[in-house]
């Protein structure tokens, strides 16, 4: 009966439609994501500001350590998407992940630098456990062949962005007021971690019942023969695509975080591309190509919490009459549009869904890529103005915003709901890690490239030779700077183009 009887609460839970049409759960997890991102996206705009103002270091290292962060946060959830597949579901994962990140936020709020390398690392680790399992529980709303799903993770990315509107506002307004400080607005990210959890817990078993259940009580006891060869050939392709990632890994970078990345990359390919064949195979590799130009849109898309957080600080004029807008509001703009435009999205595609005309997911991405690249025309035209040595309007970041909101609800959702319909449904949680690894190796990009921003009053550097030559060249102005951003995001738009063909053949099996 343990097998049975959460698969039928599991079908109740996807047949309901009370919800604007979706399950009642979505709303559960609309909230308990929403308050995680408040969380995330507080501590975010104020992580390089704190660096750079508070601490007074220099910009390549705040964005280093920012991109070494943001990083880690999106690359964990690969291991934690694995220990939920197999171990200890999706569920378990999600509360053990929520109070490690909320314990995060308050040692954060602590002085000193040991808390603040401490507060770090508790909120990645706990983000592992937490990150790709609640967007997996969204994809388990929904039966297979459900045409409520891309919209249904569109109203899902409303949480989250409605999190991350509020979140740099509450946390920035602590960290930047005088009556308060940084340390308050680290705090306040905590508070909000556990208000999410609160939510969650009093819900759960009314509308997610059945949903995110552990393994060993859904899946694993209708087979227990079968899973259990099938975890012994995992474990073992595990290992040798880990070691002979690590070993690619140090050959190339010859650091330590690149051994731990080289090692979770080669291990997510061993375990999903050994383990899977046929048709299923061919899902993976789509997923993985798919990763790749993922990898771009969000190198550039990630420039919120950096170059263009410090545009705003040192560029851009804040001042609304006598009142100074603190300079992390400016990162709630995205999220803003995203809570406006979301609905609007949803309804688009459910409309184009209707009429057979909607675009394939592959081909939505590449527009997605399209719009980032447009929007960083705007700040390629106010950083030039910047250039001239005047604080510019804020409508230049505001207009990019815009654009780049066009391309993250064109590329985001969606790319949620194409892992969750893609991807074996033994390999569910860790190809949603796979997912997040392309954020992961994205946003240490981006916090590369972010090192190069430039600021006033900076004596030029030792010209470097090859790309971070031509990468720094671009950034002795803050309009050449944006301009790297066009140009990578127009290149990797026409690649995807090129590639929906492939995709489609790849993954004829599922509508997508």
Not at 72 to 83: A, H, K, N, R
Not at 465 to 478: C, F, R
Request: aromatic share 14%; hydrophobic share 50%; with cysteine.
């Amino acid at each position: 009966m343990l097998a049975s009887e959460p698969a039928s609460a599991r079908a109740v839970a996807n047949a309901d439609r009370s919800f604007f049409g979706h399950p009642r759960g979505l709303g559960m997890l609309f909230m308990t994501e929403m308050w995680e991102r408040f969380s995330y996206y507080g501590m975010r705009a104020l992580l390089v500001l704190y660096l750079v103002n508070a601490l007074k270091w220099d910009k390549a290292s705040a964005a280093n350590l920012y991109g070494t962060y943001t990083m880690l946060v999106y690359l964990t959830p690969l291991i934690g998407g694995y220990i939920a597949d197999r171990f200890i579901g999706t569920h378990r994962s999600l509360l053990i992940g929520g109070l490690i990140i909320a314990s995060g936020h308050f040692v954060l709020a602590f002085p000193g630098m040991t808390a603040f390398y401490s507060g770090l690392g508790l909120v990645v680790i706990g983000t592992g456990f937490f990150k790709a399992n609640v967007s997996t529980m969204v994809g388990q709303l929904y039966e297979k062949g459900d045409t409520r799903r891309d919209a249904g993770f569109t109203f899902f990315y409303m949480g989250i962005n409605t999190g991350g509107f509020l979140g740099p506002i509450v946390c920035g307004y602590f960290a930047q007021s005088d009556q308060f400080g940084w340390h308050w607005g680290f705090a306040a990210a905590g508070v909000g971690m556990l208000a999410g959890l609160l939510m969650y817990s009093l819900g759960k078993n009314t509308y997610l019942a059945g949903i995110g259940d552990a393994p060993t009580a859904v899946s694993r006891a209708a087979d227990a023969t079968k899973a259990s060869i099938a975890d012994d050939a995992s474990t073992r392709n595990g290992i040798i695509g880990a070691v002979a990632g690590a070993a690619v890994a140090w050959f190339l970078s010859g650091s330590l975080l690149g051994v731990l990345v080289g090692t979770i990359i080669g291990a997510a390919l061993a375990i999903t591309i050994l383990g899977t064949q046929g048709e299923e195979r061919k899902r993976v590799i789509a997923l993985f190509i798919v990763a790749f130009f993922v990898v771009f849109f969000w190198a550039a898309f990630e420039q919120a919490g950096s170059s263009m957080s410090l545009f705003a600080d040192k560029f851009t004029d804040l001042h609304l009459g006598s009142f100074a807008i603190p300079s992390t509001w400016m990162q709630s703009v995205n999220s803003l549009f995203i809570i406006i435009f979301a609905p609007v999205f949803a309804a688009l595609w459910l409309a184009l869904g209707k009429r057979k005309s909607e675009p394939s997911t592959p081909l939505k991405m590449a527009i997605g890529l399209t719009f980032i690249g447009l929007g960083f025309l705007f700040l390629v035209i106010g950083g030039g103005r910047a250039d001239t040595g005047i604080k510019v309007s804020p409508l230049w970041l505001i207009g990019a915003f815009l654009f780049h909101t066009f391309g993250e609800l064109c590329l985001s959702p969606v790319g949620l709901s194409y892992v969750t319909r893609v991807a074996p449904a033994r390999f569910a949680s860790l190809m949603m890690g796979v997912w997040f690894l392309a954020n992961a190796v994205a946003n240490k990009l981006a916090g590369l490239l972010a090192g190069y921003t430039p600021l006033p009053g900076e004596a030029p550097a030792t010209l470097q030779t090859g790309i971070g030559g031509w990468v720094q060249q671009m950034s002795a102005t803050n309009h050449g700077f944006f301009m790297i951003f066009v140009v990578t995001s127009f290149i990797a738009a026409v690649a995807m183009l090129l590639c929906v063909p492939l995709l489609r053949r790849l993954t004829r099996t599922v509508n997508v």
